[in-house]
């Protein structure tokens, strides 16, 4: 079974970066869509940003200008800058294929220090 593997995830203070990546542990066909999502405790998981396979790219409202989605092949990336405490959350991966149902990773911590 095809799982995503996140990393880059760690302890940041605020205004500093950090870059995310996901890739598939195997071959998942024709991508739709990769997709950045987190979740902060009690918090509701949010759309961060997607990238589609033709390139287009949409972003919440509260990480446009500081954060940047791109991909490569099949891996995923987030760069994430001027990072904020309130952008302290669980960064999760999502990956949407044209046929079947989409795959999810388990999630990379972000902690941003005041």
């Known amino acids: 079974q095809v799982r995503l593997v996140e990393s880059g995830g760690g302890l940041v203070q605020a205004g500093g970066s950090l870059r995310l990546s996901c890739s598939p542990s195997?071959?998942?066909?024709?991508?739709?869509?990769m997709a950045w999502y987190r979740q902060a405790p009690g918090k509701q998981r949010e759309l961060v940003a997607t990238?589609?396979?033709?390139?287009f790219t949409n972003y919440a409202d509260s990480v446009k200008g500081r954060f940047t989605i791109s991909r490569a092949k099949n891996t995923v990336y987030l760069q994430m800058n001027s990072l904020k405490p309130e952008d302290t959350a669980v960064y999760l991966c999502?990956?949407?294929?044209?046929?079947?149902?989409?795959?999810w990773g388990q999630g990379t911590q972000v902690t941003v220090s005041s």
């Open positions: 990238i589609t396979t033709g390139g």
């Open positions: 999502k990956v949407d294929p044209y046929y079947g149902s989409p795959y």
């Open positions: 195997g071959s998942i066909f024709s991508i739709s869509a």
